[in-house]
């Protein structure tokens, strides 16, 4: 019983280290990230444009943004001459979505869930959202990228997937986030990778961004435009 304790009591203490180690690490990447880390609170409403390719596609994208819980994406593929667009927009609890044309189609509970635990990514990369009361950082071991060294930080939201979330180990700038999920009901490992930052408004945010499934790539994006603003119309929130 005694042993217990003292492992259980070394236990809780090894993880306040921990999570004290976290909570350091999260100051400077905040200081790194702005020239006041208040600025942070700016990303809340945002659009943002840009060009890339999307399986293999050529493609634009334009995503505007009030965070936590209103999202609409609008893409266009290009097929030779031909323009197809895709517009999903979440609101809340409901969800729409309107591809090629074709009549808007409200989203099943299963696809909303799926769709909005995507968004809830972005939001987290973001970096304010680290703030929150509910929200459970952890130390976790640095990786090496492509890019070079990375320090990382276990983020945990309850009803939320893990997020593991890495930054370049010189410049503290968000380089990398990784999570489990789920397409058409197969579980995946999801990877978003950010880099050529430059400073919006006073925030160095990425202008590049590349989508891996399974280690594959599969999507990548050059951002054209980071807008931060301060309202967006009600209308942008209807289907």
């Known amino acids: 019983m005694r042993f217990t304790l003292i492992i259980s009591t070394l236990l809780l203490c090894i993880s306040n280290v921990r999570a004290g ?6 100051d400077k990447i905040f200081v790194a990230t702005a020239e006041k880390p208040e600025r942070l609170d700016r ?4 659009i943002t444009k840009a060009h890339g390719t999307m ?9 505007q943004m009030s965070w936590p819980s209103k999202f609409r994406m609008t893409t266009d593929l290009y097929f030779d ?3 197809r667009r895709v517009n999903i927009v979440m609101n809340k609890e409901k969800g729409w ?6 009549a808007v189609v409200e989203m099943t509970r299963e696809d909303l869930a799926e769709f909005s635990e995507g968004v809830y990514i972005y939001w987290l990369c973001n970096l304010f959202p680290l703030r929150e009361a509910d929200t459970k950082l952890t130390r ?5 990228l492509d890019s070079g060294p990375a320090v990382g930080l276990k983020v945990s939201k309850k009803g939320r997937p893990d997020a593991l979330m890495y930054f370049d180990k010189q410049s503290l700038l968000h380089v990398r986030t ?4 789920r397409e058409a009901g197969v579980k995946i490992l999801r990877e978003l990778s950010f880099g ?10 990425p202008f590049e961004e590349t989508e891996f499934h399974n280690g594959r790539k599969m999507h990548y994006w050059a951002i054209d435009e980071i807008k931060l603003v301060d309202k967006l119309d009600d209308n942008v929130w209807k289907p």
């Open 21 to 26: 180690e976290a909570e350091e690490l999260l």
């Open 43 to 46: 990303l809340k409403t945002m």
């Open 55 to 63: 399986f293999n596609q050529k493609a634009d994208r334009e995503f």
């Open 81 to 83: 001459s031909e323009k």
């Open 97 to 102: 979505s309107q591809r090629f044309g074709q």
């Open 140 to 144: 976790i071991p640095d990786i090496q």
């Open 178 to 181: 990784a999570y489990s999920s």
């Open 196 to 205: 050529k930052h430059q400073a919006v408004n006073g925030i160095k945010l």
